[in-house]
């Protein structure tokens, strides 16, 4: 027979296919059991579009089944109006016996008013399955509601001489330390966080266009840091292919630290998870202000001698892999 465990561990496995098109909302997933026999699995819509309760359920074909059956879910079913009706009353409409629910959902919007509502409708609620897991999974969305900022990553590449750039340059274009299936995982990341943000020099030296070209999905919105608006419209973040918004002394004091600052601006337009590229003095700021969660470090084969020092920072090694030629570690800001 197969546990609680198994049913979660297959509600997180689906809910990741909304990562990068359910924000704001969290990605959530579910599972519908009936007689240690799966007969409905949903994961949270595009925002706007239905949550993965609403989803699971519509996939049932014989709805007859569900008032014996039980429902597993990521996060605790919503207990509030916001684009679309509470799942917790859809699960009592229902009449679903048996919830299952991987972690409480503290937005101050549900927290436990979810759980709530379903015992007093004589649901047999299970909370805390594979809990740390869940939690885990949807760090985005508890950053952004807990911290009151976006889950923030910091992303760089180094050569074995620690450097993240040369000296001199010839072009104005990047000088590529990864090779191209590390720069393809980028682009993977990119159309899975909200924003990525850099800072002037990147854009001057690299005129990179900050978006997804590699992979599938969608284009992050881009945040410049341009203190004094020296940027012209001739560089490639003022395209058409994704948003830009430029942080500049018009909406923070650059007289005191700006990590704080430009993370207060970014919850303000709701952006949840922001990957920040570089170059060294921006990554470092939000290092010596400790406002950071993940740091994907690659190292490639390639010295420099000389040029810009990669920052320095001190977080746990979640886990470190060979990409062909590079090195990639992540690490957590412990």
């Not at 297959?10 to 704001?24: D, M």
């Not at 959530?28 to 579009?49: L, Q």
């Not at 109006?81 to 299952?100: A, E």
Request: hydrophobic share 35%.
């Amino acid at each position: 027979m197969a546990t609680h465990e198994t049913y979660i561990k297959r509600c997180i496995e689906i809910a990741k296919n909304g990562l990068g098109t359910a924000r704001p909302n969290p990605m959530v997933g579910c599972v519908i059991v009936h007689e240690n026999k799966i007969i409905g699995e949903g994961y949270t819509s595009p925002y706007g579009g239905n949550h993965a309760e609403v989803n699971a359920i519509n996939a049932v074909k014989n709805k007859s089944l569900l008032k014996e059956a039980t429902i597993y879910v990521t996060l605790e079913p919503c207990s509030h109006y916001g684009k679309t009706p509470p799942c917790s009353d859809l699960i009592i409409r229902c009449k679903i016996p048996n919830v299952v629910i991987g972690c409480i959902d503290d937005n101050v919007k549900v927290s436990g008013m979810g759980i709530k509502k379903l015992a007093e409708a004589n649901c047999n609620v299970t909370v805390g399955v594979l809990e740390t897991a869940c939690k885990e999974h949807h760090k985005r969305f508890f950053t952004f509601h807990n911290k009151k900022r976006p889950y923030i990553i910091l992303k760089w590449a180094e050569t074995k001489d620690g450097f993240i750039a040369p000296k001199n340059r010839k072009e104005q274009k990047p000088v590529w330390i990864t090779n191209r299936h590390s720069r393809q995982l980028v682009h993977k990341w990119r159309a899975e966080e909200q924003a990525i943000l850099v800072g002037t020099n990147t854009v001057f030296q690299d005129n990179p266009s900050l978006t997804v070209r590699d992979w599938q999905g969608n284009n992050p919105i881009r945040i410049v840091i341009d203190k004094d608006l020296k940027l012209s419209n001739k560089f490639s973040i003022f395209n058409n292919k994704a948003e830009t918004i430029i942080i500049n002394k018009n909406n923070i004091d650059f007289g005191k630290p700006i990590s704080q600052q430009i993370s207060d601006i970014l919850y303000q337009n709701d952006i949840t998870s922001v990957i920040i590229e570089g170059g060294q003095k921006t990554l470092q700021s939000f290092i010596d202000e400790n406002i950071w969660d993940e740091a994907r470090i690659f190292t490639g084969p390639t010295e420099f001698k000389e040029g810009v020092r990669a920052p320095k920072f001190l977080g746990k090694l979640i886990s470190e892999e060979e990409i062909m030629s590079n090195t990639l570690k992540i690490c957590k800001n412990d």
